[in-house]
């Protein structure tokens, strides 16, 4: 079964910050070369529904949504549980995960980096 994972950030309309969601979706790829990879926002960008159309397009039948926020707010308490049930397909297998922020290693990843900037 191929896979797929989207890569869910809030958007903004410059077009100058997304791009480093767009470097993160080419090192997922990268790391991950046989899941295909998609990003998606709430605003001003692809919606999740048409990223997990793009994916269904390209064969994958089970797709992690990962949200690109650092905590859980309301977006992510509300919006994208409403989000993910509205996309979901009977042939596909869709996910919700927990934002990456809130993963340990994450957590260490930026406190190092912070530390490291001094």
């Not at 979706?25 to 529904?49: C, D, F, M």
Request: aromatic letters at 4%; proline letters at 7%.
């Amino acid at each position: 079964m191929k896979e797929g994972i989207v890569l869910l950030g809030h958007g903004s309309r410059d077009p100058e910050w997304s791009q480093p969601f767009e470097k993160i979706a080419v090192s997922v790829g990268k790391r991950l070369p046989a899941v295909v990879v998609a990003l998606a926002y709430l605003e001003h960008g692809p919606s999740l529904e048409e990223a997990v159309t793009a994916l269904a397009a390209k064969g994958a039948l089970s797709i992690r949504v990962v949200p690109l926020f650092l905590g859980t707010g309301g977006h992510v308490k509300d919006d994208l549980p409403k989000l993910v049930a509205q996309a979901k397909r009977a042939e596909i297998q869709l996910v919700l995960e927990k934002p990456i922020g809130e993963r340990p290693d994450v957590i260490e990843a930026l406190s190092a980096a912070i530390a490291a900037a001094r």
